[in-house]
């Protein structure tokens, strides 16, 4: 295809009028009044093809992986206008549309893989195409029906390829733009079948076997590319319960339990080619059980994580105890608290503990309980009833903590010893201090420490203690919010357990105060902080402030609406340019534009829901949050943000804020103008792109914003039937 200059910045193919002209020609569009008062001035009047896709002017050629499509589909809308000055324009007439596809080689195949369909469904071979005008051309000089563009899209169907690699090429005829009268204009499409595939055959588990205190031990193994792209590996951790002296090496990179392989720099292991791994255990302190598991993720598409476990000693008798110290912290003098040990059999054989004791020059301070139900009659074991721990079992023995006077700090060794006469210890460290006084403590937190917006947290102060002969009477909870939360405890946040539903994303810190009964508050203020992240790809939030209202946590409020529109919004016919920008403007389109009454539209691969966004939580009474979120958004493309001020409940204006996130990742936050009633605020344009190295950058001003970054446009018109956006049925 001859290639026109400047095509990679912008897809106009033609030559631009030489004056502009009032009037239209007479040719074949003869509509009523249509006279041309440029005939006989010498000015060429012509159409001017332009092609667009969802983000801008339309490649030459799309290329992709197969493998990496989510439903084995993908689309590629593609917009046609006449893109010449309306007074030095004819209609563009599109005379055909053809779809040519082969196999890898450009053999002809059968069955296609490839298809375009108009915006009707209608095959674009077989379709009628109205005329195209440009904005601003006399209807009456177009026969009836014209529009100012059309729209097609071109789908695969891997299903419908064989699995194999497929080339297409869509062909354009034209009649009115002189450039390409006679000549085929063509954007080519390329699926390729290239798979990345890693392999570490047959060491699923490496076992070094029986290794005693002082010895260590190497092991190798290697994973083999056997796909037909390369492997590209993305992270080597190693993760171990048993705190495994262990590391593993490969080219030049050595990973352990503190350091792991991030992906830089770049390993790639060509097709048929392997990588070594080298496995070193070091000299172990006691011949205690060794594990711990190296998982290996990369482009593959046979799994994206490997996983491969290391073992030593998995045989025979084993036992650890937990934890390796045991640090009471500070205990009031004669106010007692009491800890646990616990021992664990970690071998395949039962262990049998003859004693369990406190080694000599431990502080008297220190006692052991043997009060649970490892211990028969409450009994210490001996030689004659040991304590039989079995394999996987876990036993416990209680240590008790009372400080009988002050000091700097106080310390004890706890020692358990086997039949075979194997001694393993816990350190025991605490100090005494004269303060009398109850310790608050918040409970782990469910369900975790880091979660996402909207969910419910449950907190509870149970295992606060009162100092002996006292009891907890009163609790308070407290909390420190990102900026536009407003969030509170439920039922409120005087009980034991309390909820919380955290719904901006943030760092949230949970504090809380106690008393006992006779109104002693607590030593220290216990805290947990538990952190609020987006799950999904594209995460927008809205929060906002309103000066005139005083009380953000009533019912009254002003009522802002977070929108969030498909580029296709701005194709449909009818959507206005209120903003002034020289484009239609996205919002209030049917089905493309996402808000509080357009929730859950279909957007994108129709059999793939995890491309649609959804309205996670709309506010009406004032200050947000308000969240729309895209599981996984179509890539590259560029979609709409926008803040419409539906209603100032007569508070008066209000500031929003709005908060984008890409991958967990805080890209974009920013406080926006003073809005009004009426006021519709154009934010930004975001895309998302798996391979970004830099998100920030994937965010951009709207088209025709101010020096500020700012598109505001008062007084814009809210549809007097707002469900009209909802998508069909």
Not at 7 to 15: K, L, P
Not at 43 to 60: C, Y
Not at 84 to 101: D, G, H, R, T, Y
Not at 134 to 142: H, I, L, N, S
Request: proline share 7%; charged share 20%; glycine share 10%.
């Amino acid at each position: 295809m001859p290639r026109i200059q400047g095509r990679s910045t912008r897809t106009i193919i033609g030559i631009l009028g030489v004056v502009a002209l009032a009037g239209c020609s007479n040719g074949d569009a003869t509509g009523s009044g249509c006279e041309s008062t440029s005939k006989g001035a010498g000015v060429e009047l012509k159409a001017q093809v332009a092609i667009e896709d969802l983000n801008g002017p339309a490649k030459d050629r799309y290329t992709f992986d197969t493998s990496a499509l989510s439903g084995g589909k993908r689309s590629f809308p593609l917009t046609v206008r006449n893109d010449i000055a309306a007074l030095n324009a004819l209609p563009l007439q599109i005379k055909s549309v053809k779809m040519v596809e082969t196999d890898a080689s450009g053999q002809p195949v059968e069955g296609t893989a490839f298809r375009c369909t108009t915006a009707d469904g209608d095959d674009c071979a077989t379709a009628s195409w109205p005329e195209l005008i440009p904005v601003g051309f006399d209807k009456a000089c177009a026969n009836a029906g014209a529009l100012q563009s059309t729209s097609m899209t071109v789908a695969y169907d891997h299903a419908q390829s064989g699995g194999k690699a497929r080339k297409a090429r869509i062909e354009f005829e034209f009649i009115g733009d002189p450039e390409w009268e006679g000549k085929v204009y063509a954007i080519a499409f390329e699926a390729s079948p290239g798979q990345p595939t890693l392999k570490c055959t047959g060491v699923d588990v490496v076992d070094f076997g029986n290794i005693g205190a002082g010895k260590g031990a190497k092991e190798t193994f290697k994973c083999q590319s056997l796909g037909s792209a390369p492997v590209v590996l993305e992270r080597v951790e190693l993760f171990s319960t048993t705190d495994a002296p262990l590391t593993v090496k490969f080219e030049d990179q050595t990973v352990d339990l503190d350091n792991a392989y991030e992906g830089s720099p770049t390993i790639e292991i060509a097709s048929g080619e392997s990588i070594t791994f080298e496995a070193e255990l070091a000299a172990l302190t006691s011949a205690d059980k060794i594990g711990a598991t190296l998982r290996i993720r990369s482009n593959s598409t046979a799994g994206a994580e490997i996983s491969i476990q290391f073992l030593a000693n998995s045989s025979g008798p084993c036992l650890k105890l937990s934890p390796s110290e045991l640090d009471f912290g500070e205990v009031g003098v004669g106010q007692p608290q009491q800890k646990e040990v616990q021992i664990i059999g970690c071998g395949t054989e039962k262990v049998d503990v003859v004693e369990i004791r406190l080694a000599s020059g431990s502080s008297p301070d220190f006692t052991l309980d043997f009060q649970t139900a490892s211990f028969l009659d409450g009994k210490a074991p001996s030689a004659e009833q040991p304590l039989q721990v079995q394999p996987n079992a876990t036993e416990s023995v209680q240590v008790r903590f009372a400080p009988t006077s002050l000091g700097d700090g106080t310390s004890a060794t706890l020692e358990v010893v086997d039949a075979a006469g194997e001694v393993r210890s816990v350190a025991l460290v605490g100090k005494p201090t004269a303060v009398q006084c109850p310790s608050a403590c918040i409970d782990p937190p469910a369900p975790g420490t880091t979660v996402v917006p909207q969910t419910k947290l449950t907190l509870g102060s149970g295992c606060s203690k009162a100092t002996e002969g006292h009891v907890i009477d009163k609790q308070e909870w407290s909390v420190e919010q990102p900026v536009g939360s407003t969030a509170s405890f439920l039922p409120n946040n005087k009980l034991q357990t309390v909820e919380f539903q955290p719904n901006v994303a943030g760092k949230y810190i949970f504090k809380l105060k106690v008393w006992d009964e006779i109104g002693n508050e607590g030593c220290t203020i216990a805290q947990q902080v538990i952190e609020v992240v987006p799950d999904n790809k594209l995460h927008v939030e809205l929060t906002w402030t309103t000066a005139g209202d005083t009380d953000p946590l009533d019912k009254k409020g002003s009522d802002l609406d977070l929108h969030l529109a498909h580029p296709l919004a701005t194709t449909l016919s009818g959507q206005p340019d209120l903003d002034g920008n020289g484009s239609p403007d996205p919002w209030w389109a049917p089905c493309y534009d996402c808000y509080w009454i357009n929730k859950s539209p279909q957007w994108g691969d129709l059999s793939d829901v995890d491309d649609n966004p959804n309205v996670d939580l709309d506010d009406q009474d004032g200050w947000g949050p308000e969240n729309i979120s895209i599981k996984w958004p179509e890539e590259d493309t560029y979609f709409w943000v926008g803040v419409y001020a539906w209603f100032d409940g007569g508070f008066g204006p209000s500031q929003p804020r709005v908060r984008i996130y890409l991958d967990k990742k805080l890209v974009f936050d920013k406080k926006g103008p003073e809005l009004k009633t009426g006021d519709m605020w154009c934010v930004a344009q975001v895309k998302w792109d798996a391979q970004s190295s830099n998100p920030s950058a994937d965010v951009k001003p709207c088209p025709g914003s101010d020096g500020n970054g700012n598109l505001v446009t008062a007084k814009y018109p809210a549809p007097g039937n707002p469900t009209s956006g909802k998508c069909p049925p």
